[in-house]
């Protein structure tokens, strides 16, 4: 079996007395593709934000191979966003710069160019000057996308990545995805749409304030623990038990 990249050992997190992970155990690695699914409430942005670091766990913890320290990207939900700062597309984009230049360093030439590329991946060239509070939801998306495609991350954690995007930024995006992983970059992604996790995403970790399963996708749809037919909440109930082993399982 391949060492994991990503470690979870009994991973809890609460925010007062609300658990939102509890004994949250699997493993990731290098050049995953996963999908984390799961009902509203169930811990998934606060998963990625522990293997993120922006929160630590409580009890439990998170082990990272030692490459990926420093080649994370991080990406949260749209709605956490403030959009109303005086900061246009191009700022953004070079934001992406950040881990390798710091909060002095200077754009040269090759990073201007780097940023323009981003910038035409996602089609917003052209967009430079404009203001972040001008663009439409499926825009602001994209634009953070360059700022990931600027910061050339080995592992990327996304949640929710489509919401609130048309279908035609969905799937533009989803095949920017599916570059990276082909490139071997190791993808998390927290996801509601169903059908997505069905049609492109191998792997899945099913939440609901724990680990309810994870593994190959196709097997837990067999399963039911992921489901078309029934709404995610009925099945994940607290008690139900874990379908695959401890923390040593990858996924």
């Not at 082909?182 to 996801?191: D, E, H, N, P, S």
Request: hydrophobic content about 45%.
């Amino acid at each position: 079996m391949a060492q994991p990249l990503i470690l979870l050992d009994s991973v809890c997190f609460a925010y007062g007395r609300h658990k939102a992970l509890h004994d949250v155990s699997g493993s990731f690695t290098a050049g995953s593709l996963t999908a984390i699914a799961g009902p509203n409430g169930a811990g998934k942005s606060t998963l990625l934000k522990a293997i993120a670091g922006v929160i630590k766990p409580q009890r439990g913890f998170v082990r990272l191979d030692p490459s990926i320290k420093g080649r994370i990207g991080y990406l949260t939900q749209t709605s956490a966003m403030k959009r109303h700062y005086p900061v246009n597309v191009g700022q953004v984009a070079a934001a992406g710069l950040w881990p390798e230049l710091g909060s002095f360093g200077r754009m040269g030439p090759t990073h201007k160019a780097k940023v323009a590329a981003a910038l035409r991946e996602v089609g917003l060239e052209g967009f430079e000057d404009r203001q972040i509070g001008a663009l439409s939801g499926g825009q602001f998306q994209r634009l953070l996308f360059a700022r990931l495609l600027v910061q050339d991350p080995q592992v990327l954690l996304l949640d929710e990545p489509f919401a609130a995007v048309d279908a035609e930024t969905t799937a533009r995006l989803m095949q920017l995805l599916l570059r990276w992983h082909g490139q071997g970059r190791t993808i998390i992604c927290v996801l509601h749409d169903l059908m997505l996790i069905h049609k492109y995403f191998p792997e899945s970790f099913v939440l609901a304030g724990k680990c309810m399963g994870r593994g190959h996708t196709h097997t837990l749809f067999e399963q039911k623990l992921l489901s078309f037919d029934l709404d995610m909440a009925e099945l994940l109930s607290p008690t139900e038990s874990q379908t695959h082993g401890g923390p040593h399982d990858a996924v």
